[in-house]
């Protein structure tokens, strides 16, 4: 934007970066977050495909979140790249102060230590291939099978077999 449309860089190049890690971090917490419960990497794809394409929608980037009906708006505070816009657009545009660039950090610090964390604690108990349970069951103690079971309902390219076998347990 700075070479080829000759727009000013007004903001601090720290800030930027800062946001942009924590923005970063945080999209990461949440596709490794949709990859532990997915049983196969088609689910995680599609998963991810999932979260991203309205994430982009309902970010401010086309519609400004004002005219999105109120229930609607509700879900945008759950959205990492809404609160990176605003900072991106304050640093670079009008020299957002810290204060305001950290209150947008927040959030997006929030999602990403949320995310990360369960996403690592799924992973732990991930100990064997998902296909083949051990002895045809998951361990009880662990509530990974549970969510990632209701998780692959709703995607697609499961085994039909496989499907019956966790519904009947």
Known sequence: AIFIFK???????????????????SVIGVELFISA??????????????FMAPSVLLSGYATPIENMP???????YLNPLRFYLVIAKGV???????S?????????????IFTLTFSTWFYKGKGFH????????????HPV?????????????????????????
């Not at 419960?37 to 999932?50: E, H």
């Not at 109120?70 to 945008?76: A, E, N, R, S, V």
């Not at 305001?100 to 990403?112: F, G, K, T």
Request: aromatic share 16%; proline share 7%.
């Open 7 to 25: 727009i000013p860089f007004i903001g601090s190049l720290l800030y930027i970066y800062m946001g942009m890690t924590v923005f970063i971090c």
């Open 37 to 50: 419960l997915s049983y196969t990497q088609q689910q995680a794809i599609l998963g991810s495909f999932i």
């Open 70 to 76: 109120q229930w609607l708006q509700t879900f945008t």
């Open 92 to 98: 670079f545009l009008k020299d957002m102060p810290f």
């Open 100 to 112: 305001i660039v950290l209150s947008n950090m927040i959030p997006m610090a929030i999602v990403a």
């Open 130 to 141: 998902p296909l083949t349970p051990a002895k045809g069951r998951w361990p009880s103690k």
């Open 145 to 169: 099978p549970k969510l990632r079971h209701f998780f692959s309902m709703f995607q697609i390219g499961f085994l039909q077999h496989q499907q019956e076998e966790w519904i009947l347990d």
